[in-house]
């Protein structure tokens, strides 16, 4: 069993950046493909970006291309999503997950983390 633990959301003005991290239990996390999606209030949790077993692979949803950055540290068991030009519109709970097959869609997720609130004010 794989546990995840996001950190780094806060309070931004549009514009800025924010690092999120995740750090994962276990000894089996390179074998995980990584992500993150989010879940803005009154909608549905949507998927924002994902990282193959390597780092050598990595995935985005149209929205968040050229300005989220996605990242995996095997060494450490953390996987990272840099936030730069940050929108009003990307105010959401950002959650960690993980699967245990290559799927850089994370069509399906195996390991949820407990979510971290990013809010970015106009």
């Known amino acids: 069993q794989v546990q995840l633990v996001e950190s780094g959301g806060g309070l931004v003005q549009a514009g800025g950046s924010l690092r999120l991290s995740c750090a994962a239990s276990?000894?089996?996390?390179?074998?995980?493909?990584m992500g993150w999606f989010r879940q803005a209030p009154g909608k549905e949790r949507e998927f924002v970006a994902a990282?193959?077993?390597?780092?050598?692979?990595?995935y985005y949803t149209d929205s968040v291309k050229g300005r989220f950055t996605i990242s995996r540290d095997n060494a450490k068991n953390t996987v990272y999503l840099q936030m730069n030009s940050l929108k009003p519109e990307d105010t959401a709970v950002y959650y960690c997950a993980g699967r245990r097959e290559v799927d850089v869609t994370l069509s399906k997720v195996d390991y949820w983390g407990q979510g971290t609130q990013v809010t970015v004010s106009s």
């Open positions: 990282v193959s077993l390597s780092g050598g692979r990595t």
């Open positions: 276990g000894r089996t996390f390179s074998r995980n493909t």
